[in-house]
């Protein structure tokens, strides 16, 4: 025990000396292009996509700004491609199927798809933490990594990585298209009870990526609670698991969740 605490400090410092070694070293990013399906002319547009706010200590360019405009690529692209594909679709589906297939957690899962976490450039503390594995940063790298395509190939070539991207979600969404407060709102006012509401009972993690854990309450009935990585998404998360207790919700594509 006393030479575990002895080697502690070394220990943790050699790898926090190795994850700066790492952040340090810009990643071969040849299998990440082959996986979007695109070549960068200005692969330094790429590095920066991937490169977290946290290497600051590196002087290195972040992704936030392109994240920003992945963001409005993003909900351009889609709103174009379901547009197209669905021409007799009323404007209130087409939003509820944008807003779906544009949330953090669709582009997270993309971002998973392409394995972007390991090509990411962190700062010690966010390595040693896991963040590669962050669905809050997986999201944004996601976005930043379109605001790239789109600086470096234009609109069409953004486009196109979308499509091959979020095409199968498009067609049969993953999630059903309701959102669960409006479902738990309707299905609690349909039965006499009052209106659900929302509290925060948690927060954790850094400023950068917090966690906030939500519950989902309506008076007579027991709480649901959930996290998320914004108030929102874990309000929607609560509402989410309320339903399901209520065996009121699943996950089946274009599923009709009711009550």
Avoid at 39 to 47: K, T
Wanted: some cysteine; glycine content about 10%; aromatic content about 6%.
């Amino acid at each position: 025990m006393a030479l575990h605490r002895a080697l502690g400090p070394h220990l943790q410092h050699d790898q926090v000396s190795k994850a700066g070694e790492g952040a340090r070293k810009a990643p071969d990013t040849t299998r990440l292009e082959a996986t979007l399906g695109y070549r960068f002319a200005d692969r330094g547009l790429l590095a920066t996509a991937l490169t977290h706010m946290s290497a600051d200590s590196l002087r290195l360019a972040s992704y936030q700004r392109l994240e920003f405009l992945g963001d409005r690529v993003l909900g351009l692209s889609i709103a174009d491609m379901l547009f197209r594909r669905y021409p007799q679709a009323e404007e209130g589906d087409l939003s509820r199927r944008l807003a779906d297939l544009v949330r953090k957690e669709t582009c997270a899962e993309v971002a998973l798809g392409w394995d972007v976490g390991r090509y990411m450039r962190l700062g010690d503390g966010e390595i040693l933490g896991g963040a590669r594995k962050n669905r809050a940063i997986l999201a944004d790298a996601c976005e930043s990594i379109i605001g790239a395509v789109f600086i470096d190939g234009g609109y069409e070539a953004a486009r196109a990585l979308v499509e091959r991207a979020f095409g199968e979600r498009l067609i049969k969404p993953v999630r059903p298209l309701r959102d669960a407060k409006t479902a738990l709102q309707e299905w609690a006012q349909g039965r006499g009870y009052q209106t659900p509401i929302y509290s925060e009972r948690g927060r954790s993690g850094p400023d950068h990526a917090p966690i906030f854990v939500v519950a989902a309450k309506i008076v007579g009935l027991p709480d649901a609670e959930a996290m998320g990585p914004s108030k929102r998404l874990a309000e929607q998360a609560a509402a989410e698991a309320f339903l399901r207790r209520e065996g009121l919700w699943s996950d089946t594509p274009e599923g009709e969740n009711h009550g």
